[in-house]
């Protein structure tokens, strides 16, 4: 291979944006009008824009632009060196997100073309079947939030070819040039075509989010008609975690459910967004078997056009197994067009019979890309995760407070379900509950919230004991209630005390069932016991999906105090309870308490506890996602016009919302600089001129509802959103949030201007992209 690719070195260019508009597809193209590509960004650093688009893609940095200047040279010096970097890339990526060995990292241009992995997956299980059976051997595609992820995943997730320009034929060297596949044709012709259900996140005639145990159950009644059917024997189910608009499809509860009770069903992971994860997410869906697509382009602020697909070890020996075994299978890969988007050298080292079908043709540019990611990626891990999401919640909570003050022409999407998160003041005392079961901790927990400074009761429906806590701290925080029979109750609970917060207790099914076991001598002769759960991890999800459902998954925090370290469990405690600008009572290296009820009922304070040792993840790093402060603030726009009446020749002021292809004008304004258009508006002082000026690259118009509507009935938005750059930059700069709003200011300042003086911009020439 090092020989192959010395033979490269006279082809390849010199200069960084050569190498970041190769190998990708059309949308990396840059107009020459504008010096933007389709998602109207720049490949050259503009030190003075501002940067709110990154749902979308960002523009390249001055931070980006200096790693991926020495990638260049490095590769200028020598092309063999291409190998290690993308052994680099996909070890850096381990160490960040905290993969285990087993976990299969295949490098790939886009999270578009990062569909066909575990769509491949799907056609060998399919077409392994298809050798010994005559029916019964289909693939189906279950995509939800359909319309708010990438503008081609249905394509791609239905394996069809979705652009004229594919990867390959944007790679450098003698092999990229040839024929790409027509648009809409087969990736996989031997197989055929592959069914797909879209399950879209809004009602299409208003706009408004469909309720999630709604989609849960729509996801589910798909399944169970297509797995009652006998006739697929792969089925994709979508989990998107965090659309255009920032919401998390369907819960990971309902997809966990269905994958366990139907083999047939691979949970796909779109977490090509990576915005609201927590630091051990990615592992903790690689845990529960899910297959991962994800990039380093959106949140992350690197450069469009880098993706990547995570397999956990179970689906990547199967995938390997069908390879090797089947013949048809083979010959489906080596006769598909999958070499135009896939390269061996890209491929995951575990997946060795893929990398000898697929061909080595090397991907330059997506390496250079990645490798710029990169920079962002690792800085903005190593900043404290509690100091991230402070950043993070208040620069939310402070950009939609400047739109709720500000213009009428500019408003807030989806306030109710963001509200619940974004803006949640709670006055006054807060109360908490303890919902764990019998013998998960829930005394330890009541002594720890003593500490941290709450007061309360302690129950425990096993001995009937209560006992009264009263911290020792002067300064009182709320309140507690703490009772292991309350999961009798935790709903009416949470709807009688819609802003109280509940913890749940919980250990491992085994130990906890041997535990509770002591009891029952003691307690034979009750008959009110009969109702606690018999299954501790069954209890934990409904507890979860009932939470989800409710949109109040940041008001649930689940704690195991038999893994989590001390560290760890004071940590979570003191970030849930307490409010993020009150000092932390102690170190969170104290011992945790212990409290233990004998089975003679008497309270006693416990030894050490012997962790279970490994690093584990928990419903925190995943399952609650969607209690996450979304990063995306989709804004509705309307323009002001004068006309005059025909009876009356008046001339008066009204106010209409944009249609998409306005949105999309307002957009590309964005990011140029306006000053230099005519027809000049009249009377504009010089913050406005300054506004005009500066280039604002935010994320691109998402429609909400039918296209077809007019303009009073249509919804679309346009999208301000933080990304990883901007919390490093927060961080750089004096560790506030306040430094970074100026720019969010900048943005809401010349959407303004553009559109209350609409009958002088929608005049203004400008080279639109198509």
Known sequence: MA?????????????????????????????????LNKYKVSAVVRPDAVIRSS????????????????????????????ERLVGDVSQRLRTVWSLDSE???????????????????????????????EEGGDVLTVLTASGEVGCHTVAAASGKVFSSVVPSSRSFGEDAVHEPPAVGSNVFPLFGSVAAIDVPLRDEITGTLIPPEALDAKVARIVETAVASKQYKAILVHLVVGCKTGHCVPSINCVQRLASLHPEVV?????????????????????????????????????????????PKKFAVELEHLLSSSEACRSCVSNSALGNYLD??????????????????????LVVRWQMALTNIEKYHSIPEEQREQIISSWVSSVRQMIREGPECIGLLDKQADENVADLTITGPIQVFGIGLPRTGTHSLAEGLKLIGYRGMNSCVLTRSKVKHVPRSKKVFGKFDVDNAHFRQYQKLFQDNPTSKFIVTTR??????????????????????????????????????????????????????????????????????????EPRPFSSSEPFPRAVVQVSGQLTQGGEVQKVQGQFTSVNDAELLPGQVNTIIPVTLSKRTRFSHKKTSMSETRTERLH???????????????TCLTPEIPDLDEDDRQALATQCHIAQPVSLNLTQWSRSAFIGVLRIVLGAHNVIKAVELSQEVKDV????????????????????????SVPLLE
């Not at 709003?741 to 009958?759: C, F, G, M, S, Y």
Request: a negative charge; one cysteine or more; aromatic letters at 6%.
């Open 267 to 311: 949970v796909v992971v779109d977490a090509c967004q990576m915005r609201g994860l927590r630091s051990l997410s990615m592992r903790r869906f690689l845990d529960l078997n899910f297959v991962v697509i994800t990039t380093g382009s959106k949140f992350y602020g690197g450069p469009p056009f880098s993706g990547a697909v995570l397999f």
């Open 55 to 82: 749902s979308t893609a960002s523009p390249v940095t001055a931070e980006t632009e200096k790693t991926g200047n020495a990638v260049v040279q490095e590769l200028a010096r020598d092309p063999s060196d291409y």
């Open 741 to 764: 709003l100026a720019d969010d200011e900048l943005v809401i300042r010349k959407l303004t201007v553009i559109l209350n003086n609409w009958d002088a911009t929608s005049g203004w």
């Open 3 to 35: 020989q192959e690719l010395g033979t490269l070195a006279m082809s390849l260019p010199t200069t960084l944006v050569d190498y970041l508009t190769s190998g990708g597809d059309d949308r990396l193209v840059i107009d020459a009008a504008t010096g």
């Open 508 to 581: 491992e099914l085994d130990a906890w069932k041997k535990s509770v076991s002591r009891w029952d001598e003691q307690n034979k002769d009750r008959d009110d016991l009969d109702d606690i759960p018999e299954n501790i991890d069954q209890y934990l999800d409904e507890v979860t999906q009932f939470f989800v459902h409710a949109r109040a998954s940041h008001q649930l925090l689940v704690v195991d105090m038999f893994k989590m370290k001390d560290e760890e469990l004071w940590s979570r405690l003191m970030d849930f309870l307490l409010p993020s600008d």
């Open 103 to 133: 976990t299969s990292v295949c490098l790939v241009a886009s999270g578009t073309d990062a569909e066909l992995l575990p769509l491949l997956l799907g056609v060998t299980r399919a077409q392994a079947i298809r050798e010994d059976e």
């Open 660 to 674: 998409l292809d306005e949105l999309h004008r307002v957009h590309l304004l964005l990011a140029l600089d306006c």
């Open 344 to 365: 061996a050298t890209l491929t995951s080292p575990a997946l060795p019979v893929l990398q000898s079908l697929l061909p080595r043709r090397p991907n330059y540019g």
